[in-house]
């Protein structure tokens, strides 16, 4: 099975502790992870600069 380290066709705690004797879970310095901005967030932005324009056609 997937993640199988220690060959008994069982996926377990054993398993763990066979990947990080054998030091699998060490294969050197990882990409550096992009900052994406939830969706969510995006949209209460993209609200807000609505609701800001809006509010300036109301005035005139």
């Known amino acids: ?3 199988d380290w220690n060959g008994d066709a069982d996926f377990d705690s054993s398993d763990f502790v066979a990947a990080f004797q054998a030091g699998g879970y060490e294969n050197g310095p990882r990409a550096a992870v992009a ?10 932005i993209g609200f807000g600069m609505w609701l800001l324009l809006f509010r300036e056609r109301l005035r005139h």
């Open 1 to 3: 099975s997937t993640g």
């Open 35 to 44: 900052q994406v901005p939830e969706p969510g967030s995006m949209a209460m």
